[in-house]
């Protein structure tokens, strides 16, 4: 599963990094991203990091935030600075992932496949 976590209340031009973390038999994230949907509005990409750690980044965060990953740990972060108003919003991480997991009879199972965080709320406001 993935566990995101870091979001909460910050002042305009204040900063949080968000982290999403593969645990339950994912053995390694392939790609993510990070998505957020704030009230009244559809779901938006906000950042993605892909193989050979390419990035890529709405442009309404350029420059802002930063994507990052911790391989030994099986974290990607999201680093928010400068926050904004207009960046508050619940904040999603999608990521692909191989898998390993075990049958009753102690056989692996190997796999890869696509899974979403729960959602971790970011609030901008003085």
């Known amino acids: 599963q993935l566990q995101a976590s870091g979001g909460g209340l910050v002042q305009p031009g204040g900063s949080l990094r968000l982290s999403c973390a593969a645990s339950?038999?994912?053995?390694?994230?392939?790609?993510i991203d990070w998505y957020r949907q704030a009230p009244g509005k559809q779901r938006e990409l906000v950042a993605g990091?892909?193989?050979?750690?390419?990035?890529k980044y709405a442009d309404s965060v350029k420059g802002r935030f930063t994507i990052s990953r911790d391989n030994p740990k099986n974290t990607v972060y999201l680093q928010m600075n400068n926050l904004k108003p207009e960046d508050t919003a619940v904040y999603y991480c999608?990521?692909?992932?191989?898998?390993?997991?075990?049958?009753?009879?102690?056989?692996?199972?190997?796999?890869?496949?696509?899974?979403w965080g729960q959602g971790t709320e970011v609030t901008v406001s003085s």
């Open positions: 999608n990521a692909n992932v191989d898998y390993t997991y075990y049958t009753e009879l102690g056989e692996p199972v190997v796999g890869r496949g696509d899974y």
């Open positions: 339950g038999g994912i053995t390694s994230i392939n790609t």
């Open positions: 990091l892909a193989g050979g750690d390419s990035t």
